[in-house]
């Protein structure tokens, strides 16, 4: 029995297209977010001046009238309407793509992993976070235009291992955005919650989890870590491998669920999630069932190396 089947080429170009126009949109979204709030000309004194304000209220001069400030407002005004043009017309394309994903069903991952991801994504998260584990299959099958047998993918949670090399960096981060890695969590499903008797782990109404893990000790990292000041937040939870996985080359990919709509995948490049299932496959400690599914997926995405990531093949 063939364990991976290839997509129609209806499907693999829809993809395609939507994947073009899903990150062209992403770009979109960080050149309107460098010109977020306004710019205005204000008196005092006599003189005007031109004032830039924030998106969050706060204000800056940026000197008095001239033919310089006057070309830093005309540019400012120019790049703002331009990037809010595009974006409002590359939304709309995107929402047509998610439209035929549905219909070609081209895509199958979770919809609460893709508003999951998503949501780090809003909050300016994604670069501390990787995905591993079976999910991780979502991204080599996008890449390649295939999917793999039912019997390697079936899971009902997601594990995102942090990256505590950046944890100065994400806590300023968390600072600024004024919330909690829960609440992060809860823009994707309000029902998310910490499970009290495993603080690493949030279930949502539906049963979905999501584990937070990151590398063992060293280096300075500080032990335990919770996620935020706030005493009811997640805590990362220490797993062995953690580091190899932090330091493997990142495998980003677009992926697709269900429903249509689309998100970045952040994970570790083929050849070390193989390494590591084999690892796992072996391992006298690890559930019997986990084993056979581990010695699975490492098999599927070493065929898949050989068949269609020649870059990968050594």
Known sequence: MNQILELSPHQTRQYIDAETVFLELQRA???AAEVRGSMFWRTQSGTEYLIRESSGGGQKSLG????????????FK?????????????????KNQQRLNKALRVGRVPGIVIKTLNALQAAGLQDHFMTIGTHSLYAYESACGVRFTPDAMATQD???????????????????????????????????RVMPDQRQTAINDSGFEVDVIRRLVKDGDPHPFRMSSDENDLWAVQVEGGDKMLNSERFSQVVVAETGHMAVMNTMNPITFIALKKMMSMSAGRDPRKRLKDGLQAELVQQLVQTHMPQYVK
Not at 169 to 181: A, N, T
């Open 29 to 31: 979204r960080r050149e």
């Open 64 to 75: 008095s009238r001239g033919p310089e400030t006057e070309q830093i407002y005309e540019r």
């Open 78 to 94: 120019a790049r703002k309407e331009q990037a809010q043009s595009r974006l409002a017309a590359l939304s709309d394309a995107a």
């Open 158 to 192: 997601i594990d995102l291992l942090f990256d505590s090399r950046k944890r100065i960096s994400f806590m300023s981060r968390m600072k600024k955005l004024d919330s909690s890695f829960i609440g992060a969590l809860q823009k994707a499903d309000p029902t998310f």
